[in-house]
T-cell receptor, first 116, second 114 residues
Framework: AQSVSQHNHHVILSEAASLELGCNYS??????LFWYVQYPGQHLQLLLK??????LVKGIKGFEAEFIKSKFSFNLRKPSVQWSDTAEYFC??????????????FGSGTRLQVQP | EAQVTQNPRYLITVTGKKLTVTCSQN?????MSWYRQDPGLGLRQIYY???????DKGDVPEGYKVSRKEKRNFPLILESPSPNQTSLYFC?????????????FGPGTRLTVT
């Protein structure tokens, strides 16, 4: 069965520190990968997405992620976090085919707390 | 503005009292889906719909029903809610024309069943 693992459940950083959140997936075949962010009390917003091409993907708010096929990983990075990045981050994977239910399988989330 | 809307945003109800959570999107998306979010479990898919009158079960469909009579609307129905359905619910929609089928999420409905 498809699964997505996020290894860090709660991360606390100081402002200006660098961030890397791990995400591993288990899917066969073509896979689409996403990172979503959920600010406190808000809905999920897309940070970035990957389905083909350059494995280094740049998203909004200075975030980027690297798809490493051999490691089944799609880690999220940001060189310098800000207090406003405090949120919960979800990695998600979905099948890339034209058929099927296109469900996104989500990881359990990583709560990021940035201290001023 | 392109968006997915859900109503109500907050709901407290009692066991067994039927309720409906509405979901509507204005992007002409074919695909719509319901998820529930529980601490430590991420989001899990309840039901999805590939188009009007086409619905199917997700990973956790027990205790829920859906319908898709119009393209823009995808209501979630709890015929007899139970306390284990206390959760945060998200509706999402996606175009099936453009990869990677990015899903757009509604604001969420926080449901408490006592």
């Amino acid at each position: 069965a498809q699964s997505v693992s996020q290894h860090n459940h709660h991360v606390i950083l100081s402002e200006a520190a660098s961030l890397e959140l791990g995400c591993n997936y288990s899917y066969g075949g073509t896979v689409n990968l996403f990172w979503y962010v959920q600010y406190p009390g808000q809905h999920l917003q897309l940070l970035l997405k990957y389905f083909s091409g350059d494995p280094l993907v740049k998203g909004i708010k200075g975030f980027e992620a690297e798809f490493i096929k051999s490691k089944f990983s799609f880690n999220l990075r940001k060189p310098s976090v800000q207090w406003s990045d405090t949120a919960e981050y979800f990695c998600a994977a979905g099948r890339g085919g034209r058929t099927g239910r296109r469900a996104l399988t989500f990881g359990s989330g990583t709560r990021l707390q940035v201290q001023p | 503005e392109a968006q997915v809307t859900q109503n109500p945003r907050y709901l407290i109800t009692v066991t067994g009292k039927k309720l409906t959570v509405t979901c509507s999107q204005n992007m002409n998306h074919e695909y719509m889906s319901w998820y529930r979010q529980d601490p430590g479990l991420g989001l899990r898919q309840i039901y999805y719909s590939m188009n009007v009158e086409v619905t199917d079960k997700g990973d956790v469909p027990e205790g829920y029903k859906v319908s898709r009579k119009e393209k823009r609307n995808f209501p979630l129905i709890l015929e007899s809610p139970s306390p284990n359905q206390t959760s945060l619910y998200f509706c999402a929609s996606s175009s099936l024309q453009v990869r990677p089928y990015e899903q757009y999420f509604g604001p969420g409905t926080r449901l408490t069943v006592t």
